[in-house]
């Protein structure tokens, strides 16, 4: 399967953390009908599909709701304890999901609700340094693959993320690559939230071309976040179409964790860079995701129609269109639910391959039901989190172990040895 290319990029001044915005749920939208390219269809369809006539959106995280629910027992938990018990409330631990219907939202809802804030995490030792360009490549290229990482999202913390490759032996104390061939893939969600998604992004970028060099790699999947930062850059305030009423990607992004230093510091390198990013991959077995959402079956019954396809509609340059792939990519939980969670993973796995999901995009500690209350006081589920979440019959693994939330940020080798 063809593999997400990397493009390197020179950084530029330091971040300055600022304070994040509470994360909102994305209104039902309805889009502007648009087709596929010619020869791409959906999964089930002989003929082209029409994007957007699906169900209602799931936005960053589920709302919060007068009524406690039962936790959500973990199947194939790594380093989770039985249930905390929910000290906030979410909305019902499990929904029908599936890429025809996801549920519908709450009465009176609006496009300002308030979710999970990004809980405080004390000092970090400042943000993190943008890295520049500088690469030094290895004398001996490593010979065939080898062990295959991937990264779930990071969200801006670089300082965590650092820590994290340095534990695994991905890169050295100077931040260069030193896996020989190994094979890492970042599962999308760089910025936004934390203190310095553009280091991030530089960092990734310089990794990939000293992995190349090395006789590895080192590549990248589209979250939701690379297209609302894209969208945000090229579209700012003009009024998109959203059942709820005009909204626009500028407003959404500062809704959902948007720094203002991210945005000043965000170059063309860093757009093309995000643009060019595939949307899945199968990699040895395992079908690389960002969302838990069945929603790839819009673009194609191939991950390279899926891939060809989003690229398309990306370089329409439409902010509608845009919009459309923001919000769909925002859906989850498609996997969570006991009854129907499984047959969703196996109407992926059918489609493009792979015996397992591996994504990140909903935090464990929501998928567990392990949440704290809205202003954070007893949120001591996140913490708990040390490893990734194997669940829907161990056919889905996820990775997002809540770094903003004061969790821990994941680098796995796989497979798991589960």
Same mark, same amino acid.
């Given at each position: 399967m063809v593999e997400g290319s990397m493009t390197q990029g020179a950084g530029q001044g330091p971040a300055v953390r600022t304070d994040t915005e509470r994360d909102f749920r994305l209104p039902v939208a309805e889009p502007a009908s648009h087709t596929v390219p010619p020869g791409a269809t959906t999964a089930g369809s002989d003929g082209p599909a029409e994007l957007g006539a699906d169900a209602p959106v799931y936005g960053e995280y589920p709302a919060y709701y007068d009524a406690v629910p039962a936790p959500v027992p973990a199947q194939h938990g790594y380093g989770h304890e039985a249930p905390?018990?929910?000290?906030?409330?979410?909305? %019902?631990?499990?929904?029908?999901?599936?890429?025809? =219907?996801?549920? !519908?939202?709450?009465?009176?809802?609006?496009?300002?609700?308030?979710?999970?804030?990004? #809980?405080?995490? *004390?000092? @970090?030792?400042?943000?993190?340094?943008?890295?520049?360009?500088?690469?030094?490549?290895? %004398?001996?290229? +490593?010979? *065939?693959?080898?062990? @295959?990482?991937?990264?779930?999202?990071?969200?801006?913390?670089?300082?965590?993320?650092?820590?994290? @490759?340095?534990?695994?032996?991905?890169?050295?104390?100077?931040?260069?690559? !030193?896996? +020989?061939?190994?094979?890492?893939?970042?599962?999308?969600?760089? $910025?936004?939230?934390?203190?310095?998604? #553009?280091?991030?992004?530089?960092?990734?970028?310089?990794? !990939?071309?000293?992995?190349?060099?090395?006789?590895?790699?080192? &590549?990248?999947?589209?979250?939701?976040?690379?297209?609302?930062? #894209?969208?945000? &850059?090229?579209? *700012?305030? $003009?009024?998109?179409? =959203?059942?709820?009423? $005009?909204? $626009?990607?500028?407003?959404?992004? @500062?809704l959902n964790g948007g720094q203002r230093t991210d945005m000043d510091r965000l170059q063309d390198v860093h757009l093309q860079w995000m643009s060019r990013l595939d949307a899945a991959v199968l990699v040895e077995d395992h079908l690389l995701l960002h969302s838990d959402t069945t929603a790839y079956l819009d673009y194609g019954d191939s991950v390279e129609d899926v891939n060809d396809t989003i690229h398309e509609l990306l370089n329409r340059n439409d902010a509608d269109i845009t919009w459309d792939l923001f919000r769909k990519f925002t859906k989850r939980f498609a996997f969570r639910d006991a009854e129907t969670g499984p047959q969703a993973v196996r109407e992926l796995i059918g489609t493009y391959g792979g015996s397992r999901v591996v994504h990140g995009h909903s935090p464990i500690p929501y998928l567990l039901g392990e949440v704290g209350t809205e202003d954070g006081d007893g949120a001591h589920g996140p913490e708990a989190v040390v490893g990734p979440h194997v669940y829907a019959e161990g056919l889905a693994i996820a990775m997002d172990g809540g770094v903003t939330m004061a969790g821990k940020l994941l680098v796995v080798q796989l497979p798991l040895n589960d």
């Open positions: 905390y018990g929910a000290a906030g409330a979410l909305g %019902e631990p499990g929904r029908p999901m599936g890429h025809v =219907s996801e549920d !519908s939202d709450p009465e009176g809802y609006t496009p300002t609700q308030r979710d999970l804030p990004v #809980i405080g995490r *004390g000092a @970090l030792g400042g943000p993190g340094d943008t890295v520049q360009i500088q690469y030094v490549p290895q %004398e001996t290229p +490593g010979e *065939g693959p080898g062990p @295959l990482y991937v990264v779930g999202d990071v969200h801006g913390y670089i300082d965590e993320l650092v820590a994290e @490759l340095q534990f695994q032996g991905l890169i050295d104390a100077d931040r260069n690559w !030193s896996a +020989g061939n190994a094979r890492l893939w970042f599962l999308g969600d760089f $910025t936004d939230r934390g203190p310095d998604g #553009i280091g991030v992004i530089d960092l990734v970028m310089r990794l !990939s071309a000293e992995a190349a060099a090395a006789g590895g790699y080192c &590549k990248a999947l589209m979250g939701n976040h690379e297209l609302l930062l #894209i969208g945000a &850059k090229r579209f *700012g305030d $003009t009024p998109v179409v =959203s059942g709820a009423g $005009t909204a $626009t990607f500028q407003a959404a992004w @500062l």
